[in-house]
């Protein structure tokens, strides 16, 4: 997704707002989303669009608003002012309409625990009006695709993978275009947690399209086109990773290296030392040609150089809740 700046920004609140340059569909647009709880505000003022086969990460702290948005995108609540479009469709005025298009997997993966699989997933697309035929032939795609083997078992006798998983295809028995997932690997062990996430890759590899949210920031690095941060209800800021690298963080280069004294190095720099090496940082190149050239001046040598760009983390460290 390209993106520019809106207008009017400042050094509180910087917006980026995608804006379509190729003719890629926008699969979501939303505008001036607001919602408000007893006259607060958990949302303020939302404005982004999301192209088709986007993967969009939506973060912040705890009451950021995250799942309030997800909830509102999906058509669980009504935004108190603002309108949005799935796939062309107002999701509040043809709410039918944009929810045919629509899959949604909530933070908790709430389940009918006395149904089969089979018999849950067949309940689940006679809703969308499948027939018997198509429900059948997705399920067995979908079981297959997410190594789920239920063996005629009820949902309740499930692990919580097992449960993901199963809440996973049933977001997707009627195949649709674009996905809204909270939380999708919450609480599941490293490997059914990558797992999900290399299939989240495979649907995205579909021309699926998905807004997310997850407490995981390297899984949102590692997925994710665009990244949306909610502090209070408000968008500070929505881009690549890199665009917001830009904004929130500079690049910084940690030298490891060894000498017979650091002293002249410290002197200058703050020097740790680990595994019989001494390491510094340099905020820029010119600190890092300073550095090596006392280090290279007392008889050290420079082991190696590694650049650093901040996390997800660290930005939204520095940002604050």
Partial sequence: MRVSAQDGCNDKS???????TDGTPTMIQANGLSKQYNGLNALDNISFSCEKGQ???????????KTTLLKIIAGLIRPTSGTILVNGHDIVADPMAAKNSLGYLPEESR???????????????QLY??????????????????????????????SKGMRRKVAIA??????????????????????????IIEYIKELRSRDKTMVLSAHNLFQIEEICDCIMILKRGQMIAMGSIQELRDRFGTLTY???????????????????????????????????NAITS???????????????YPTLEEMLFKIGS
């Fill in 294 to 308: 006392v280090i290279s001046a007392h008889e050290g040598r420079v082991e190696r150089i590694e650049s650093h």
């Fill in 170 to 195: 049933r977001s997707l028995i009627h195949d649709p275009s674009f996905l809204v997932y909270d939380e999708p690997t919450s609480g599941l062990d490293p490997m059914t947690s990558r797992f």
């Fill in 111 to 125: 389940l009918y625990d006395t149904m089969t699989v089979h018999d849950y997933l067949t309940f689940f697309g």
């Fill in 129 to 158: 009006g499948l027939s018997k035929e198509t429900i059948s032939g997705r399920e067995s795609q979908l079981l297959a695709a997410l190594e789920l083997n239920p063996d005629g078992k009820k949902i309740g006798n499930f």
């Fill in 55 to 65: 993967i969009c990460g939506i973060i912040g702290h705890n009451g950021a608003g």
């Fill in 14 to 20: 910087f917006h980026i707002r995608g804006t379509i």
């Fill in 254 to 288: 940690t030298i490891y290296f060894t000498i017979p004294d650091p002293g002249p190095v410290a002197a200058i720099a703050s020097v740790n030392r680990d595994a019989g090496m001494f390491h510094t940082i340099a905020a820029d190149i010119p600190e890092m």
